[in-house]
């Protein structure tokens, strides 16, 4: 079946960088944008980067520019998506999506929490 | 700052109608056309409309998106206990260039 399965949960201290990855699998990984999207405790949802089907192109939120890097690894269907600077208003659930038009597929989340 | 807009909450009766909206402007919604997603507590979105006003396959019938000028709309009717969640409109926002979302609302049967 089609899903995204995101890495485990991460604590990081202030100023460090996390890395979080994300497998498709069950359809055609190339044929599909990627996005990141996060979400703070108690608050909605945030979009962060987009990268395109051959991840050729990559598109930042510009609250997130400089500091934020999302790669594609299309060998293992992964995409991966790397935060810097840490601070604690970083602490947040981060979810990856596949995007045909809409958010139509969405990862299982992986919680980063960010202590000072 | 949420880029569409919400009403925070909405409360109806059990097997009454709820209309949940989403206002944004020309350069998203009302050009762009939103998607609908929602979510449970403790639990990824999940899509339930498409920019179009499509339902994915599984979703109830009971659910239908519309669009009004810069205002979408998502009706749900025959309330049930399982609807009560959070709901979130989505947009690609041609100006800045993003996508944006809505700051959710959280529904409420009663």
């Known amino acids: 079946q089609v899903q995204l399965v995101q890495s485990g949960a991460e604590v990081k201290k202030s100023g460090a960088s996390v890395k979080v990855s994300c497998k498709a699998s069950g359809y055609s990984f190339t044929n599909y944008y990627m996005h990141w999207m996060r979400q703070a405790p108690g608050q909605g949802l945030e979009w962060m980067a987009m990268?395109?089907?051959?991840?050729?192109?990559?598109h930042y939120a510009q609250k997130f520019q400089g500091r934020v890097t999302m790669t594609r690894d299309t060998s293992t269907s992964t995409v991966y998506m790397e935060l810097s600077s840490l601070r604690s208003e970083d602490t947040a659930m981060y979810y990856c999506?596949?995007?045909?038009?809409?958010?139509?597929?969405w990862g299982q989340g992986t919680m980063v929490i960010v202590s000072s | 700052q949420a880029g569409l807009t919400q009403p925070p909450s909405v409360s109806k009766g059990l097997r009454q109608t709820a209309t949940l909206t989403c206002t944004g402007n020309s350069n998203n919604v009302g050009n762009e056309g939103a998607a609908w997603l929602k979510q449970h507590q403790g639990h990824p979105p999940k899509l339930l409309s498409d920019?179009?006003?499509n339902r994915p396959s599984g979703i109830s019938e009971r659910l239908s998106a519309s669009r009004s000028g810069n205002t979408a709309s998502l009706t749900i009717t025959e309330l049930q206990p399982e609807d009560e969640a959070d709901y979130y409109c989505?947009?690609?926002?041609?100006?800045?260039?993003?996508?944006?979302f809505g700051g959710g609302t959280k529904l409420t049967v009663l």
């Open positions: 990268s395109s089907p051959s991840g050729d192109s990559k």
């Open positions: 999506a596949r995007e045909s038009g809409a958010f139509d597929v």
């Open positions: 989505s947009a690609w926002d041609s100006s800045l260039p993003a996508w944006v």
């Open positions: 920019r179009n006003n």
